[in-house]
């Protein structure tokens, strides 16, 4: 990756990091107040990256701005035909990109500022937009145009989302590669995908080693979690079978099985295992955390297709073991043990008591009425983990 | 630049001690399961209580009613043993205790307790009798458990068990989805209650009673009075006087919050006002003949002023 193919200046981005870096340690008391000043002065930098709630607002006022912005021009141009739209709204997006780069990225320094993010999606959408306006029939037109702007996008602009995207796109591309041949590699779409999400994590760790640089961390933890999950997810027999049937038009009886069936069953049981254990041998906290929530995927699977007993005295026996394992595990940690401890070393960037008061509130349901049915099934939505923040 | 630490270190603002120490986190020599424990133990929770509750309903006048009493009673005593062998004694300040899972034990015991609760109420056939009072009941048990045993998470529970006792569902992150403030009658009720929320919190704070509790009680008496105000705009046929109210408030409390720095309060009443504003505007222009010209502009004016207005005076809120 040629550095200069980035917008941004790396080195403020570097010293953002620094600086981001040295506060959650300040934060977590592992370095004085006095050396936390030090580095502060040492690393200061005019970048202007706002909080998370001033980032979202932004967001929201800057979308809401740049679209209705382009309501007046649409009056003005309202009798032009199919090419010309394509080459108005094309230019109105290379003007919002060269406007965004120009004033926000280069003169003001904004990073993640939520007005940049705004800028750069209405920018981006506005040339999509323009590229397939008069609505291109071969429907693999769409997923590698939209690939192609998504995956520059992440690159020049470091853009977390429009990195989700492209991953997205692709792997629509492969599928609907494999689905317009038809035939026998329709059946080994499952199989592709798996090999995707593969090729994908082993090329992030190649990347990783080829460019070290701190601030393309965040994109390779992003990059590596979601292929662990997809891989798992491409290979899961509930999301193969429901799939096949669905989308591939292939019908099956109660007593029918997919082709390779054994095959999936093996996969849904065998690689949330493999990651738990790879994650306690080698100590590695990504595979952990994926090898938990796909562990939980599993036997989800695995009720839904061969459980008797009714869905409430799963959950409820589940529940009951996690907390009993959490407990167990709580306490065997109490001292650090093979390198695992219970203790909170470098506190997470959004970690508060007040944030976590109102979640609660929100899911364990504090706010419904014993008198009503379902009562305990609260607010519902679970709105804990997601840490990436993308704007 | 790879390494964080290693330059921190060269550079001479961290000792080598702290070094060694950061570098064997970062190699994942020691990995700490803070987040992952804490998340499968409150999913745990969630779960259980969850199944447990419903599974009342389903077993009532069967076999296992008295069996999943008598677990309930046992869970509830076995927790309140090592509550009081942990807790310490009350406290207006904020109280730290050993047990690393304190906060989860009373969680858990309180809504174990109410869930027996639900259990024998409706066991005994007195839910009519006491289903406007279970949720006073079941708020005065959080608000009971989190001024004893100092915990926010309960205050914020024992708050929106208030309001669902009070007649509305408070779910402020599913509110486009939230029919629950339906009546005019139910506008006033929240209005009221979120000035007393607020108050509650400002009071905390001057009382030097539990003063960690005032971001929770002045967050949600915001954001309730807020909604109060604005469903009342567009749910009932006094919308002019409930759009000035809102506005004058939102007005106040921008400047009030601008001065005391809190930012986030200060959005809340930023987006209520231009709410507020917005609508009063649209009520103006839609009575005269061309104002629709006006409406074209006014979005991408007021929109880009403000972000204009906000990314100016950063440095006012640069400590959030």
């Known amino acids: ?391 | 630049m790879n390494n964080i630490y290693k330059l921190l270190f060269e550079q001479k603002h961290i000792t080598e001690k702290q070094f060694t120490f950061l570098e064997s986190i970062r190699k994942e020599e020691i990995i700490s399961l803070y987040y992952e424990l804490r998340t499968v133990l409150y999913i745990g929770i969630l779960l259980f209580t969850g199944g447990i509750g419903y599974l009342i309903y389903e077993n009532i006048g069967s076999l296992g009613h008295i069996l999943l009493m008598l677990l309930l009673g046992t869970l509830i005593i076995t927790g309140f043993y090592y509550i009081s062998k942990f807790a310490k004694p009350y406290a207006h300040d904020l109280v730290t205790v050993k047990l690393v899972y304190f906060d989860y034990l009373l969680i858990l015991v309180s809504l174990l307790i109410i869930g027996l609760f639900t259990y024998i109420q409706v066991y005994f056939e007195i839910v009519a009798i006491l289903a406007s009072w279970s949720s006073y009941l079941s708020a005065s048990l959080f608000f009971f458990m989190a001024y004893r045993y100092d915990n926010r998470a309960l205050l914020a529970m024992g708050i929106t068990a208030l309001a669902a006792a009070l007649g509305f569902t408070f779910t402020p992150i599913a509110w486009t989805a939230n029919d629950g403030v339906s009546t005019n009658y139910t506008h006033i009720i929240a209005i009221l209650l979120g000035v007393s929320l607020y108050v509650s919190g400002y009071l905390s704070e001057k009382e030097n009673i539990k003063p960690h509790f005032k971001f929770t009680y002045q967050n949600f008496g915001l954001i309730t009075f807020y909604l109060g105000c604005l469903s009342g705009i567009f749910y009932t046929a006094f919308d002019i006087p409930y759009t000035l109210v809102a506005l004058g408030s939102a007005v106040f409390m921008s400047f009030y919050t601008w001065k005391t720095k809190a930012f986030l309060f200060f959005l809340y009443s930023n987006i209520s006002a231009y709410i507020a504003f917005s609508y009063l505007f649209f009520e103006l222009v839609s009575n005269t003949s061309d104002g629709y010209i006006l409406l074209i502009y006014y979005f991408p004016c007021t929109c880009i002023g403000y972000i204009v207005f906000l990314v100016k005076k950063k440095s006012h809120f640069a400590h959030e």
């Not at chain 1, 003007?95 to 003169?107: A, D, G, Y």
């Not at chain 1, 390779?220 to 290979?235: D, Q, R």
Request: aromatic share 16%; hydrophobic share 50%.
């Open chain 1, 1 to 391: 990756m040629n550095k200069s193919f980035i917008a941004y200046d790396i080195i403020a981005l570097e010293k953002k990091k620094i600086l981001s870096t040295s506060q959650s340690l300040y934060k977590s008391k592992l370095i004085s107040e006095k050396q936390w000043d030090g580095i502060r002065e040492a690393f200061n930098t005019n970048l202007y990256s706002p909080s998370v709630f001033m980032r979202v607002l932004l967001f929201i006022l800057s979308y809401i701005g740049f679209s209705t912005a382009a309501v007046p021009f649409g009056f003005i141009f309202m009798d032009l035909d199919n090419i010309g739209f394509q080459i108005l709204f094309t230019i109105v997006g290379i003007l919002l990109l060269f406007l965004t780069e120009k004033v926000l990225i280069q003169n003001k320094h904004h990073y993640l500022s939520g007005v940049t993010e705004a800028g750069l999606f209405s920018g981006f959408s506005f040339i999509a937009l323009g590229i397939l306006f008069n609505e291109p029939e071969n429907i693999l037109v769409y997923p590698i145009v939209l690939f192609i702007l998504s995956a520059l996008a992440s690159i020049r602009y470091l853009n977390r989302v429009t990195l989700l995207l492209s991953i997205a796109f692709l792997g629509w591309i492969i599928f609907q590669t494999l689905v317009d041949i038809g035939g026998y590699a329709k059946a080994v779409i499952p199989f592709a995908f798996m090999l995707y999400f593969g090729l994908l994590f082993l090329g992030t760790l190649k990347l990783e080693k080829t460019f070290t640089n701190i601030i393309f961390n965040d994109f390779y933890s992003i990059l590596k979690a979601v292929s662990l999950t997809c891989f798992y997810v491409a290979g899961n027999y509930f999301v193969v079978r429901e799939l096949s049937i669905d989308l591939m038009g292939i019908n099956l009886t109660e007593d029918e099985d997919i082709p390779f069936a054994y095959l999936f069953y093996a996969f849904t049981l065998l690689i949330p295992l493999g990651y738990i254990y790879w994650g306690i041998k080698k100590k590695r906290i990504l595979f952990l955390r994926v090898g938990l929530m796909t562990t939980a995927l599993s036997v989800m699977t695995f009720i839904y297709y061969f459980s008797t007993i009714t869905p409430v005295v799963v959950v409820t026996i589940s529940g009951a073991l996690l907390i009993i394992s959490a407990l167990i595990l709580l306490n065997y940690l109490k001292k650090p043990r093979h390198g695992f401890t219970r203790e909170n070393m470098i506190l997470n960037e959004t970690h508060s008591k007040d944030l976590t008061a109102f979640i609660a509130s929100q899911t364990l349901g504090g706010n419904s009425t014993p008198t009503e049915d379902e009562s305990y099934f609260g607010g519902g939505g679970f709105g804990g983990g997601g840490a990436n923040s993308n704007w």
